[in-house]
């Protein structure tokens, strides 16, 4: 018999790490190759992994919801025979979904770094001691914490029961579970008599049925609440006449389906114009890092788009101003598709380097769209209408009926200011209203 350690597989480009969900399997039970281990979630992605290797589960190293990074050992299965470690990682590059075995044990430690701030610093570095109250944190610990948006200052006052008084995993569950008692407590060292304080207040929860959030809305809930305390959001509005792209869309439709074999919706059309307006407006495609702004250098167009669970989710079509009609449509349909099947992958949703939300799929006239972080900007594109307007002719000032679209701009306005952000907005309805009537498919 010989033992394979089981490691957290690859499951996509940029991905570092994976929450654990569930085992499917037991210590002491059997598995066969290719039978699904366990369930891993990366951002709003889940994926089942199969073991690469028949045998029995000797050790499970990680419980469930634990942050495991790609590479890391979670399980060790004991097998018949001796394992290839070179076929293993044969079979790891043929496919993301199975794991890579190796046989490096015993990584030295590295060593504890002190923290003397009043924050805590949310990163993924090892463990480490915090002098001025001597406790220590893990890195789960400290990756909930990031997660849940808890400060140092509130971190300290949960309840430790683990060994030495070290805070646990459970401890920080149950805290928020607890409805985070401490969150608005305030040391006294820092109160200012003239400062503004949150009031302590006890809301009236009402009575009704209770419907639990489900992981990906609490995902979503913390991903919000993120973005609008970290980005001061401004939103700027323009109205754009689509008429021109209507009547192009609505004829050519049906031929466009023929020649290559996908549905022309209005989305590839937006998503061809915002890419030409970012291309004009490049710090528009820009990410903040702490002092310094991160001019992106390719263009990824996520859309926001909600699935069949009424959450919402972005996939996101990759360097969208190199590809023509033909290859949006195709991707734009694609992802799409996958999303309303719940079958997009991690992959499929990382990289986006600025959002469009088509508000007007659900009737809406306009939105004020929350930022997708770490971006400074997002598009939200309301309900295409027909109204009569006043439009000049050769004949002089006439009234018509056109196809009017609202678009509304929420961009970071620690880095983008109104001149920018409102520039912007107004290109991308240039762009709409200057469409080639005379355009061949």
Do not use: C
């Amino acid at each position: 018999m010989s033992k394979v350690e089981f490691k957290m597989p690859r499951l996509g480009e940029s991905i570092t790490e994976a929450a654990i969900i569930t085992w499917f399997k037991n210590v002491g039970d059997t598995i066969e190759e290719d039978e699904m281990l366990l369930e891993v979630a990366t951002d709003k992605v889940d994926s089942e992994v199969p073991s690469n290797v028949s045998g029995v589960i000797e050790e499970i190293l990680f419980d469930a919801n634990a942050v495991i990074k790609i590479g890391e050992t979670i399980a060790v299965i004991k097998t018949n025979g001796n394992v290839s470690s070179s076929k293993s990682t044969k079979k790891q590059d043929d496919t993301s979904s199975t794991v890579e075995m190796s046989q490096k044990k015993n990584e030295k430690p590295k060593k504890k770094r002190t923290v003397t701030s009043s924050a805590v610093e949310m990163s993924q570095s090892n463990a480490f001691s915090v002098s001025n109250s001597n406790t220590f944190f893990s890195p789960l610990v400290i990756k909930i914490a990031k997660e849940h948006h808890i400060s140092f200052e509130e971190l300290a006052r949960i309840p430790a029961t683990g060994h030495e008084g070290r805070l646990r995993k459970s401890d920080v569950f149950q805290y928020i579970e607890d409805g985070r008692p401490f969150k608005f407590a305030q040391p006294v060292a820092q109160q200012d008599p003239t400062a503004y304080r949150i009031p302590q207040l006890t809301f009236d929860k009402g009575q009704g049925k209770v419907i639990e959030m489900d992981r990906m809305r609490q995902m979503i809930a913390d991903h919000m609440v993120y973005s609008k305390h970290t980005s001061p959001h401004v939103t700027a509005y323009v109205e754009a006449d689509l008429t021109n792209m209507v009547n192009w869309r609505n004829a050519n439709k049906d031929a466009f389906q023929k020649k290559y074999g996908e549905r022309l919706t209005f989305t590839p059309l937006f998503v061809e114009a915002v890419a030409k307006a970012v291309k004009d407006f490049p710090n528009i495609n820009a990410s903040v890092d702490g002092k310094n702004i991160i001019v992106k250098d390719n263009i990824n167009i996520g859309m926001a788009t909600a699935l069949p669970s009424g959450n919402l989710i972005v996939p996101v079509v990759k360097n969208a101003d190199t590809k023509d009609l033909q290859a949006l449509a195709a991707n734009v349909n694609e992802l799409s598709n996958k999303a309303r099947e719940n079958n997009l992958k991690a992959d499929d949703i990382q990289g986006s380097t600025f959002t469009i939300s088509n508000v007007g799929t659900f009737g809406s006239v306009m939105g004020t769209p929350i930022i997708n972080q770490p971006e400074v900007a997002i598009l939200a594109l309301g309900i295409i209408k027909k109204r009569p307007e006043v439009i000049t002719t050769d004949k002089g000032d006439e009234i018509a009926i056109r196809s009017m679209m609202y678009l509304s701009l929420s961009f970071d306005h620690r880095v983008v200011d109104g001149f920018l952000g409102g520039s912007f907005v107004r290109r991308v309805a240039d762009y709409f209203e200057q469409f080639d009537v005379n355009r061949k498919i």
